[in-house]
């Protein structure tokens, strides 16, 4: 079907009222019927409104550093069992005690102090600290406290630094080698760390610290597992509040300047709100917990549904300025721009749908949610839209003269959608040309990107824990643990002698291995019994048996059919961790084929990382190769066009290569957040594209040259097109003030795509879609002009 468009003093007519099509199958008329029932729809909403309210109160927050790797594979099964049967590393508070007075006596007065009361704090079972090492084992004896009750002065004071700077339980362990730096480990209770009450302990603990190390002028830093969570929690709470404020605003402001009429503003900005609320209410009520990507659903939330609610109110607009009533403004306006916005939002989904078949269970989760809140989006607009109009808005006598000869800001635009069309239709085949060379340049710094992960990246960067870290990392080899858990055979002891020899040479092969320091495990007992001359097995039952029961499961469980050999690497890209997790696999290979029988397993976060990630963002990257492929088979199909398939590959792709570009160029590499943006924007970029078309075949003569229609389409949704890109842009680029690195990330990525997808949409798919069209023409009458076979 084609709609001729005309023209009134100089601005384009909307054109007749199209008749049913299906180009979505009639969908877009879910939005009449809150025009026909508008005092039900009202109630309707109301209700479903209050309803969602107590949907978002229901939201919490998930701040688990393993969610993204949580999958149904065997090295995420190993690891979720060193969790469940060796849990004192999500429980435990790193302080990170530093200065260059640190031995001095002052000082290590206030950090014993320190020491002492931060196991007063009530939510604590124990500390680890210099003052926890003892002086070697003497026959007969129990061991004395290597710091006496009383710091000695004056040279007794030398000799006692100078043994624990040697102790070996201490030195590259818990006091660095310079003296400058002190770990402390303070061991939380576990039915503490994930309630509302971590906040309250850690305040404490830093309040605690403060207070004993202030005239010492010593300095600490919090970080490990628990204060990590906390750390992420807060933020997510305050992107929230962030993204809902900043980016409706920025929306709103748009619109009401281009507008000029508050009512107008409501009308398009009004639905997506909405949306959001709805959206995010479904989300709690159906059990969604908010995590470092699903906090971004707000904003994605906002410029999926902004987009088409932008699109449909420009399009009512054009219709009351031609003097159509406001009831059929908004219908028709419906009817022209609703099967786009089917499309558009199906393009959106299909995004988050290509997400659904990741590994990761926080990737997997973020597509599912962000497939229903495309559906309600969809739904909040198509309906909405024209309900808000037809309430709201109040044409005057004459408004419609009246805006004809004041309408500044939209004109303005119109006027650059006329000059950047009939430029781009003048030579089609030359920029054409240009434009494939354009995207194959980019294709070609696309395909150099590679796989980065850093634990950092899920971690607040503004906070004490990444700063801590990296003085961990510089100075006691680093804060992330890796773990090799040690399984025995059946019926064997902890403490039989091939156990025990077992465990030695893992312990060995992991202080041997390059990049892996502070190695602790049974084996750091036994030799330090071993400097007082007792290392049997009788005698180190006795020890173990001795130390507090939250220091033994560290390395023992309750069953003591299994044990844990630890070490801690520095948190730096996968491309440099793996190949020291697959060096210690390869030396502990040997020593369990010495040992047979005993099951050997190189794991832990920081292992689970190095193997994963690179092959997690690889799957990724592929799928949006496919997602590419099906999209154009989609538009394609929906529009029932080859060219229009073939046109709309290249403005679709063109986003995605510009902003991996830019990532190849920062040497971000390819992260998690970054893909996930990238399969994402591909989709919401659709948008433009898509609208165009639609608009196109609704403007285009029969037979007439392409670029005729391109012109007068162009006209048409180009200056909604300019300002939801925009909107697009703001929405998602207020994203770059959170703390957390990854959202940054997804951020500036998705806002420079959404940029790219509306220079794609002006300079590539215009002349694209006219040679194209121009050789289909030429086709097409080449064929009616052949004579018929006899």
């Known amino acids: 079907m084609t709609v001729q468009e005309g023209k009134l003093e100089g601005r384009p007519l909307p054109g007749a009222v199209p008749q049913p099509d299906r180009l979505a199958f009639g969908i877009e008329r879910l939005g009449l019927v809150a025009l026909r029932f508008p005092t039900t729809a009202v109630l309707v909403l109301l209700a479903l409104c209050v309803g969602a309210t107590f949907g978002v109160m229901r939201l919490k927050v998930d701040d688990s550093l393993s969610q993204l790797f949580r999958a149904d594979t065997p090295e995420f099964r190993e690891y979720e069992t060193l969790s469940r049967r060796f849990p004192s590393s999500e429980f435990d508070v790193l302080l990170v005690v530093e200065g260059q007075n640190l031995l001095e006596r002052a000082s290590l007065e206030g950090l014993r102090d320190l020491v002492t009361d931060l196991q007063l704090i009530e939510g604590t079972r124990g500390v680890i600290s210099l003052f926890s090492a003892r002086a070697p084992p003497e026959r007969g004896r129990v061991p004395a406290a290597l710091f006496p009750e009383e710091l000695p002065e004056g040279g007794a004071y030398d000799d006692l630094i100078a043994r624990v700077r040697a102790n070996a339980i201490l030195r590259g362990?818990?006091?660095?080698?310079?003296?400058?730096?002190?770990?402390?480990?303070?061991?939380?209770?576990?039915?503490?760390?994930?309630?509302?009450r971590l906040s309250e302990v850690v305040g404490e603990i830093r309040k605690v610290a403060s207070r004993d190390l202030g005239e010492t002028g010593l300095t600490v830093q919090l970080s490990g597992v628990p204060v990590m969570q906390l750390e992420i929690r807060e933020a997510v709470e305050r992107d929230r509040l962030l993204y809902n404020g900043l980016g409706f605003a920025a929306g709103s402001l748009i619109a009401i300047l281009f507008f000029q009429r508050l009512s107008f503003m409501v009308v398009a900005a009004g639905p997506p709100l909405i949306a959001i609320l709805l959206a995010l209410g479904a989300l709690g009520w159906l059990g969604f917990r908010l995590n470092m990507f699903l906090n971004m659903m707000t904003p994605l939330i906002m410029v999926i549904s902004f987009s088409d609610s932008m699109q449909l109110t420009f399009a009512a607009r054009d219709r009351l300025i031609a003097g159509e009533t406001k009831h059929d403004a908004f219908r028709n306006a419906v009817l022209v721009v609703g099967p786009a916005c089917v499309l558009t939002h199906a393009a959106a989904g299909f995004s988050f749908a290509a997400l659904m078949f990741s590994e990761s269970?926080?990737?997997?989760?973020?597509?599912?949610?962000?497939?229903?809140?495309?559906?309600?989006?969809?739904?909040?607009?198509?309906?909405?839209?024209?309900?808000?109009?037809?309430?709201?808005?109040?044409?005057?006598?004459?408004?419609?003269?009246?805006?004809?000869?004041?309408?500044?800001?939209v004109d303005a635009l119109r006027a650059v959608c006329a000059w950047i069309a009939a430029r781009m239709t003048r030579r089609p085949g030359v920029y054409s040309l240009l434009c494939l060379a354009v995207v194959t340049l980019l294709a070609v710094a696309y395909a150099r990107l590679e796989p980065r992960y850093r634990l950092a990246d899920q971690v607040p960067d503004k906070h004490q824990t990444v700063a801590a870290n990296g003085r961990l990392d510089?100075?006691?080899?680093?804060?992330?643990?890796?773990?090799?858990?040690?399984?025995?055979?059946?019926?064997?002891?902890?403490?039989?002698?091939?156990?025990?020899?077992?465990?030695?040479?893992?312990?060995?092969?992991?202080?041997?291995?390059?990049?892996?320091?502070?190695?602790?495990?049974?084996?750091t007992l036994r030799r330090w019994l071993a400097a007082g001359g007792r290392s049997d097995p009788a005698v180190l039952r006795r020890y173990a048996e001795l130390l507090p029961p939250y220091l033994v499961r560290r390395f023992i469980p309750a069953e003591q059919d299994a044990t844990v050999v630890t070490g801690r690497v520095p948190d730096v890209e996968i491309d440099h961790l793996l190949p020291v997790t697959q060096e210690l696999e390869e030396d502990l290979a040997s020593v369990q084929a010495r040992h047979p029988g005993y099951r050997i397993s190189v794991t832990g976060l920081s292992a689970v990382a190095a193997r994963n990630s690179a092959s997690m963002i690889g799957r990724l990257n592929r799928s949006l190769t496919v997602e590419i492929v099906f999209m154009a088979l989609f538009i394609g199909l929906a529009f029932r066009s080859v060219v229009v398939g073939l046109a709309s590959i290249l403005p679709g792709i063109f986003p995605v290569l510009v902003s991996g570009t830019v990532l190849w160029l920062r040497g971000d590499g390819l992260q998690f957040a970054s893909i996930v943006a990238l399969t994402v924007a591909y989709g919401l970029g659709l948008s433009a594209t898509i609208h165009f078309l639609n608009r196109l075949r609704?403007?285009?003569?029969?037979?007439?040259?392409?670029?005729?229609?391109?012109?007068?389409?162009?006209?048409?949704?180009?200056?909604?097109?300019?300002?939801?890109?925009?909107?697009?842009?703001?929405?998602?680029?207020?994203?770059?003030?959170?703390?957390?690195?990854s959202l940054r990330i997804f951020g500036w990525v998705s806002a420079l795509a959404m940029l790219a997808a509306l220079v794609a949409d002006l300079l590539i798919l215009r002349p694209t879609i006219t040679l194209l069209g121009r050789w289909r023409l030429s086709l097409a009458r080449r064929l009616r002009t052949q004579p018929h076979a006899v």
Not at 176 to 183: P, T, W
Request: proline share 7%; hydrophobic share 50%.
């Open 173 to 196: 362990k818990l006091l660095s080698e310079d003296g400058h730096l002190a770990l402390v480990v303070l061991a939380l209770d576990p039915a503490v760390a994930g309630t509302p």
């Open 474 to 523: 510089a100075q006691l080899t680093g804060a992330n643990p890796i773990d090799v858990l040690i399984e025995f055979p059946a019926g064997s002891s902890l403490y039989a002698p091939e156990t025990l020899a077992t465990i030695a040479e893992v312990h060995g092969a992991m202080e041997d291995q390059r990049g892996v320091g502070n190695v602790w495990s049974l084996e």
């Open 361 to 409: 269970d926080l990737i997997r989760t973020f597509g599912q949610a962000g497939l229903l809140s495309t559906l309600i989006a969809l739904l909040a607009v198509l309906t909405l839209v024209p309900l808000l109009g037809v309430l709201l808005t109040r044409p005057e006598p004459r408004a419609a003269d009246r805006n004809r000869r004041a309408d500044p800001g």
């Open 698 to 741: 609704l403007v285009s003569g029969i037979g007439e040259d392409p670029a005729l229609g391109v012109e007068r389409a162009t006209v048409l949704v180009g200056p909604a097109l300019i300002l939801t890109s925009l909107v697009l842009a703001c929405g998602l680029g207020v994203t770059v003030l959170s703390d957390l690195p």
